[in-house]
Nanobody, 119 residues
């Protein structure tokens, strides 16, 4: 059974940094797109950044120049390095992956990790 396990969230001050990790496991044959989304209360979930299997990246305008997404295909892991954090980055961050597994292709989500930026 495919699982995405996130880590790295927490509380940080304005201007600080955090690094999120998301490891996929469980009968995986290949992983296409991987990405990070976030949700704040009262708002819809929004794309933060994503990355193709070949390393092509895409970022929300609000995080360009501050966040960097990367992946380690050998470890089935995607990372999000977040620098110069702002209070408006406070949200629950979710990992997403388009995975082809023994059970079939599907879109998977992590459980979410809280990021809180204090001013």
């Amino acid at each position: 059974q495919v699982q995405l396990v996130e880590s790295g969230g927490g509380l940080v001050q304005l201007g600080g940094s955090l690094r999120l990790s998301c490891a996929a496991s469980g009968g995986i044959l290949s992983i296409n797109q991987m990405g990070w989304y976030r949700r704040t209360p009262g708002k819809q979930r929004e794309l933060v950044a994503d990355i193709t299997s070949r390393g092509v990246t895409n970022y929300a305008n609000s995080v360009k120049g501050r966040f960097t997404i990367s992946r380690d295909n050998a470890k089935n892991t995607v990372y999000l390095q977040m620098n110069s954090l702002k209070p408006e980055d406070t949200a629950v961050y979710y990992c997403n992956a388009d995975i082809r597994a023994w059970s079939g292709p599907n879109d998977y989500w992590g459980q979410g990790t809280q990021v809180t930026v204090s001013s």
